[in-house]
Structures are given as C-alpha cells and as structure tokens.
C-alpha cells in the first residue's frame, strides 16, 4: 500500500537539492501571501475550466476520473509546444518520441501503457483524439499547438466512451471553433538554435448563419549534429521543418441545428532524429567480434570518431538522413437539438498519412543494417451520438462508432541486414465497430451514480513478406468484448467532489511487428533444399498470428475541487489490472531485426496529485504522480513496465507585476521532473537499457501595455540545456541509444490580436 510517507520519502530521494527546495519553499511563500492578501477580485480567482471528458460538457470537478485539463491561450506561456511537451507536465505520463527514427512521432505512456513501435501491425495504448476524431497512427502526432481552444488528457481506461485503443487513457485536443466574432491573432517566436515560428489565426462570419476560422503555421528549428559521412545531406540531424494549416466552417442556421467541416494538413521535412550506437559495451556481439559479413570489428569510434559528439552522425547511407511526414483530414460534426431534452451528433472523418524515415541501426559509414523505410495509413470514421435527458435527474449519452484503416509499412531495395538484402512489407486493414450507452443519474442533490457499457467488434486482415523465397504470409482474426463502467461522485458541503470509479478497458489482439521468425521457421521445416514442403508448412502453421485480446480493470478513488476561494485540488488514487499486455522486444535474429510480442499480466498502482493556487497576482500549477507497477513472471524472468518512471513532478510558479498605467509584467517558471527508467521490458542492470532521470526547467517573462494590443515575451525552454534518452534498446548485438532532441533554446516570443 502507498502511504503519504513513502511519497514524501520518493520525492526526496529522487529529486535534486534545488528541486527539493523549489518544491517545498514557493508553497510556503505562497501561503504566507496568502495570509498577507485576503483580498482577491472576482477576475484573480481561478476559474474551473469545462471538459466534454464525457462526451458530454461538465466542469472538470464532475467528471469521476482522473483528468488534466490545459487551457489552449495558456499553453505558450508554460513551454507547451506540442504533444511531447505535454508529457513533461502531467502526473504519470510519459511522451517519447523515436519512432523509424521520426522527429514528428509520439509514444505517450500514461500510468505504464503505451507503445514503443509505430508499424501498422501495432496500436497504442493511449489514443490520441482532435476535436472527437481518432487518430490511429503515430508518426506525425506531434502537433504544432497553435490556438487550441483545450487540451484534455484523461487517465486511466477509457473503455466505454472512447472504447478504441484507450487503456492507458486518452489526449483529446480541441480546436476552436468558428464564431461570430471577428478576429485575428498573429504569433510569432524566434529564437536560439535557429527557431522560427509563426501562425495566422482569422475569424470572421460571413452572416448571421455562417462563420469561418483559419489557422496558418509555420515551424522551423535547426538540428543538434550533422551527417558527418554525407556532406550533401538536406538536412542536420534532428533539423525539422514543418507546416500546417486547419480551416474550418461553421453553419448555424437556428438556434437548434449547427454543422461544421473542417480540413487540416500538414508536411514535415528534417533530419533524422539524434540517436547513437553502443558497440563497445556488447563485446560477443557481431559488430565488436567481427562476425558480420564483411568481418569488420568495429568500436563505438566508428560510431563517434574523434572531434565529434553523440550527436553526429557517421552513417554513409543518404537514404535515411532524412525523414518526412504529410497528414490530410477533413471531418464533418453536425449537432441538432431535436427538442429541449435531446440532441443528435454525428462526426464524420477521412484521414490520411504518409511518411519516410528509417535508421542506420550500425551507425557507421559501412553498409550493414541500415532500414530505409515507408509508410502510409488511409482511415475513415463515423460517430453517432443521441445524448439528453430522460428525466430532470437522469442524462444519457449513446452513440455507434465504425472505424476502418488500411496501411503499409515498407522496407526493401535500399534496406540491409548484416550487409545482405533485406525484406519488410507489412499491410493490415482494421475494422471496428462499437455500440455503447453511459448513463447519470442524480440520487440527491449531493449524490449522483453513473454507468456505461461498450459492445465491440474488431476485425484485422494482415500480411507480412519478409522472405521472398516464402512470399507473402497472410491471416485474419477478430475479437470482441463488453466494456463497462460504475462511478458514483459526491458533492461535500463545502463544495468539493468525491468520486469513485470502476472502469474496464480492451484492446484488440496484434500481430507481431516485424516477424523475421518467419525466416527460422522457413529454413527449420526443410528451406531450400525442400522449397515447396518448407513453403507449405510455414504457410500451415507459423509465428505470424496476433495476441489474445487485451483487458484491463482499473480501481479509482478521488477527491477534487475547490478548498477554498484560493486553492484548488484533485486528487487520485488507483489500482489498474492488465491481462495478456503485449511488450514489443525486439532483438537481431539470423534473419532481420525480430520484433515480437512478449504477453504478460501488468498491475498498475498509484497517487497523483493536481493543485492550483491562486492568491492575489500569484499563481502555482503543481502535478505529482507516485506509480508501482508489478509484472508477472515470465519463465524465470522479471520484466518491467518499458518507459514508465516511477514518480513524476511538475510545478509552476507565475507572478504578475502591476505597472504604472496599467501595463503588466508575468513572469512563469516551470519545472519538470521525470524520475528513472527502463528502455525495454527488462530491469537487469547487465542490459545496460536504464534511462536516467531529467530535470527541464522552463521561464517566460511576457510584458503586456493597458490597452493589450499586443504581448512580448523573453523565453527560455530547458535552460540548463538538459540532455536525456528517449529509448535504450538493447538488440543482442549492439545498444542503439535513442537521443532527445530537446536542447535549451532562447529567445522572444511576439503576439498580437485585433
């Protein structure tokens, strides 16, 4: 059991001396200002913000799960630039990056769920939402955050709402929406390490019936290395580039009928992202022992030669120096009040991705495992929602939900193992489909109940060619499962909310990402010497098939609201129970780069902690999550939870200074803490996979006149210039040590509205 004690004494043992202080010092501060400033006018209290967690619009202290909520003209002022940065403020989530080497993916992790891989044959554990559309793939998530109307991450399975690919929980962003008003805003930052940012923001209605919004963004950043082997690359290493664009229209012709279409896109361009090779430290491995097929020894000098840094890159392949992503989207969201109880909503979406990317996994000028890499995913939804009121207590919402996605990872004519050809082509079309209903009603004006439950239906067809003496494997498998939920909330007499919740979570079943064990069983049934029985057998029975579906549990208890007219918080406590969670392990086979899919039980179990405080010009943001989490064993071997750190911090300080005239001076720090953790599914210290704890601090000093026509601002992001790992792979003959690309940068940040 977690008691506050062991809390406290985690804290102090894994943060630093000046975290420590900066921790326990600005509350005291705080509250001593608080009891020098009792007065607070109604524009200083905090105001709750309002979340549609539920599908369904509530102030975030109703909703009876753990959630973290960012308000999108706040999200600049904190260093929150898109979804990696978000991770660095919540309780208990984790965002990496290093997907095909891309500098655009994200893999969050939230409470011990997520993914490490991006292939088409895998799902993430957290899924990731934009204005109720889900989006099924990785790469190219990393989205520029520009005028965001809210950020909502939910923690915890969010099987009967959200159903797909939600067990760890879910990211929903939403956008704004067009209005009446009209307005522009311009954004501009520039900045350190050659950043150049800008996005145009225009709303304006065309009548009384039809409204437009438009944001235009551009994203520039220069790299951390060069390609040290490839003078004429295009890019730096970890240079990116990117932009995007959202228009939408908003048709309101009553007070009960609305509709808009929106279209997004974006392409990203760079340099493949900052990674390294660890060949000194496997020394039976073929690299160090020479016995690769060009009988090179190499050493972590071919990697990095003298007078450069890990950050380098010494690859003599022009194929994956660089990488790039292209998104299109278009959806369509019609409400329509059918009378003062009842209101319909169907979102409707087509998306689209491609993107090019891929790792010299040696690292060297040689040719010996080097995977230049395609991949494309079409997908199409369709939501259908009743929701309302059945009687002045009880409110429903109820809603069918399709989703198809078709996509293809490829790897082939310019890709090598071990200096010799090399074969991926993986497709996969996914169907699902679900019914649900979430019911609550108010027992008393304190007390209110809650219920929900999903029926779905998932369906893959999947195929693999590694091997082209064996073609192409294919198979088909479906799965089902009814979700639920129980939740009842509490409204104490001061205010405050008390909730408790039993939510179920299922993923379907995966196939195996990169399934070179096709290549063993090939060669093991007879190979070439009896092509047509060996061809035959593999096709009869082989390694190729996808994993049991996947559940989960999760027990929750919380408190959450306002303490006084100064203090707000949420607190939560959790006990969440997987069963038949695959681990992607990946490791070099005599056939290719094996990723397979390693099923075990997982408990999860945890506090987390979100206060605000707000006393006169002084405000604090504070998030602390606390996590155990136990593995079953696996045939004498004890994995672990891969990216999950056992305690993350965050705390955010921000003062305004009152001018003469009326002009204001904010200034914010922010700090962020990730404790230690492991790369892969393995503890063993042997493996050399930890990834050792980062410390990112944050500051933005931002002046703004009487009138406020405009806001200028002095910003610094990760200002001690903290490196860290995003991932540590250990393959059996060779570490690759997968960098962040989060430098410190400085700079000026510049915005206007009229």
Not at 148 to 154: A, N, P, T
Not at 251 to 271: C, I, K, Q
Request: hydrophobic share 35%; glycine share 10%; net charge negative.
């Amino acid at each position: 059991m977690i008691t506050n004690t062991d809390v406290s004494k985690t804290l102090a043992s894994k943060l630093s001396p000046v975290a420590l202080a900066v921790a326990l010092t600005v509350p005291a501060i705080s509250f001593s200002t608080f009891a020098q400033d009792a007065e607070v006018t109604e524009e200083q209290k905090y105001e709750a913000i309002t979340v549609t967690a539920t599908k369904r619009p509530q102030v975030i202290y109703e909703v009876p799960i753990a959630i973290s909520a960012f308000d999108g003209d706040m999200l600049a002022e904190q260093g929150i630039t898109d979804l990696t940065d978000v991770g660095k403020f919540v309780p208990n989530l984790n965002v990496t990056g290093f997907s095909a080497g891309h500098t655009s993916s994200v893999n969050p992790f939230i409470r011990g769920i997520g993914l490490q891989d991006h292939l088409i044959t895998t799902d993430p554990g957290v899924s990731v939402y934009v204005d109720g559309v889900y989006l099924g793939r990785q790469v190219g998530q990393n989205w520029s955050l520009n005028n965001i109307e809210r950020i909502e991450v939910l923690r915890g399975p969010q099987g009967t709402l959200y159903g797909r690919n939600s067990i760890g929980g879910a990211i929903n962003i939403i956008t704004k929406e067009p209005d009446q008003g009209d307005v522009t805003k311009v954004n501009a930052e520039f900045g350190t390490r050659g950043r150049v940012k800008t996005d145009l923001f225009v709303n304006h209605a065309l009548s009384d019936t039809l409204a437009f919004n438009m944001n235009l963004a551009y994203n520039t950043r220069d790299g951390l290395g060069e390609f040290i082997n490839v003078p004429n690359a295009e890019y730096d290493v970890g240079e990116t580039e990117d932009i995007s664009g959202r228009i939408s229209v908003k048709f309101e012709p009553s007070d009960d009928f609305r509709m808009v279409l929106t279209a997004d896109a974006n392409n990203g361009d760079g340099g493949l992202r900052p990674y390294t090779v660890l060949i000194d430290e496997m020394p039976e491995g073929r690299f160090y022992a020479g016995t690769n097929s060009l009988g090179l020894e190499l050493r972590n000098t071919d990697v990095t030669p003298e007078g450069y840094d890990i950050y380098d890159n010494a690859t003599g392949t022009p194929e994956v120096t660089s990488v790039s992503n292209e998104a299109r989207g278009v959806s369509l969201t019609t409400e329509w009040d059918i009378s003062d109880d009842y209101t319909a909503k169907v979102v409707a979406s087509r998306r689209t991705s491609k993107y090019k990317a891929g790792l010299d996994d040696d690292g060297t000028i040689y040719s010996l495992d080097q995977y230049p890499e395609r991949g494309e995913a079409d997908q199409t939804s369709i939501e259908v929602q009743l929701n309302g009121y059945i009687n002045e207590y009880t409110d429903f919402v109820a809603g069918l939900y399709y989703f198809n996605e078709e996509g293809s990872n490829r790897q082939g004519s310019d890709s090598s193992f071990d200096g010799g050809g090399n074969t991926l082509q993986l497709d996969q079309e996914t169907t699902s489909k679900a019914v649900y209903l979430n019911l609550r009603h108010d027992l008393t004006d304190e007390l209110s109940v809650s219920g929900g439950i999903r029926y779905t239906e998932d369906e893959k067809d999947a195929s693999a060619n590694v091997f082209d003496a064996l073609g192409t494997i294919y198979d088909a498998n479906d799965w089902d499962e009814v979700t639920w939920e129980l939740a009842t909330n509490y409204t104490f007499e001061n205010g405050m909310t008390g909730y408790a919740t039993i939510q179920n979570g299922y993923q379907s079943g995966q196939y195996p990402a990169r399934p070179y064990c096709l290549i063993g069983e090939f060669f093991g049934a007879g190979g070439f010497d009896d092509l047509d029985n060996a061809v035959a057998a593999v096709n009869a029975s082989n390694c190729f098939v996808a994993s049991d579906n996947i559940t989960a549990v999760n027990y929750e208890v919380g408190v959450k609201g306002r303490v006084n007219e100064y203090f707000d918080v949420s607190v939560a406590v959790f006990n969440t129970e997987f069963e038949d969670l695959p681990y992607q392990v990946s490791r070099v086979s005599e056939g290719g780069f094996d990723t397979a899919n390693l099923v075990v039980e997982q408990t999860s179990r945890g506090i987390e902690l979100d206060t605000t405080l707000n006393v006169g010009n002084f405000s604090m943001l504070t998030s602390i999550g606390y996590m155990d989490v136990e593995v079953d064993e696996q045939d004498g071997f004890n994995p672990v939870a891969p990216l999950t750190p056992d305690l993350t911090f965050a705390i955010g300080p921000s003062y305004t200074f009152d001018l003469e005239g009326g002009d204001k001076i904010r200034a914010r720090i922010d700090y962020s803490y990730r404790a230690d953790m492991y790369g892969e599914p393995s503890s063993e210290p042997a493996r050399m996979t930890e990834i050792e704890s980062r410390e990112l601090v944050n500051f933005d000093v931002a002046y703004t006149p009487a009138d406020e026509a405009y806001t200028v601002a002095l910003y610094g992001r990760n200002i001690f210039d903290e490196r860290y790992d995003n991932a540590r792979l250990n393959t059996g003959d060779y570490i690759l040590q997968v960098l962040s690309n989060d430098a410190s940068e400085f700079g000026v940040r510049f915005s206007t509205e009229f």
